[in-house]
């Protein structure tokens, strides 16, 4: 398990384990690293049972198969959350992009049209939202480069600094993800 403290101007300490199981701690600028350790060290049995239920789910959530309706359901949420980081990043990036749908695929999680089309997998609702974020990035990352060249992963990881783990949760997970998409639609 990796550790990594991020310092902001905020009051209180905050513990969250994420999508890799790794843990992330939020804190004041100025807190002592002594503090924080005694902190850590006291919620080591909150920390271990977590980052197993973290772990345990990301194995499970990948059985059940999907119904229409909540196929659907999951094409809204990944449109909203999507259109949000799709402005955010491109305006940031500098480039634009044409339409954008949702679909349910079991074969890819995003592509790009020569024309700035985007398409996105509705089952990006279901994964951790750095993922869906990476994806968000990786798309729009061929609006400047249509391949997967050094100069493109460059732009991914100006863009989205944890792009490997992203990509690493897509390996391990993404399969199992897309197999919940049944009915052999694309
Ligand atoms: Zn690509």
């Not at 959530?61 to 990944?78: C, I, M, N, S, V």
């Not at 024309?115 to 994964?127: D, I, P, R, S, T």
């Not at 974020?133 to 989205?160: D, G, I, T």
Request: glycine share 4%; charged share 30%.
């Amino acid at each position: 398990m990796q550790t990594k403290i991020l310092r902001s101007r905020r009051k209180t300490l905050s513990l969250r384990i994420t999508p890799w199981g790794d843990l992330e701690i939020r804190a004041p600028l100025r807190m002592p690293d002594r503090e924080i350790q005694a902190f850590v060290a006291e919620k080591a049995r909150w920390i271990e049972i977590h980052r197993t239920q973290v772990l345990r789910d990301q194995a499970q959530g990948a059985l059940a198969p999907l119904d229409e309706a909540a196929l659907e359901e999951l094409k809204e949420q990944t449109r909203q959350k999507l259109a949000l980081m799709l402005e955010r990043h491109a305006a940031h990036m500098g480039i634009s992009y044409g339409r954008v749908s949702i679909r349910c695929q079991r074969s890819r999680w995003g592509s790009c049209s020569a024309e700035g089309n985007l398409n996105f997998n509705c089952l990006l609702a279901l994964a951790p939202e750095e993922v869906m974020e990476y994806v968000a990035v990786h798309e729009l990352a061929h609006r400047k480069q249509m391949n997967h060249s050094p100069l493109f992963w460059q732009e991914v990881a100006r863009e989205c600094p944890r792009y490997i783990q992203c990509r690493r949760w897509l390996k391990q997970n993404g399969g199992a993800l897309l197999a919940r998409a049944r009915r052999g639609r694309e």
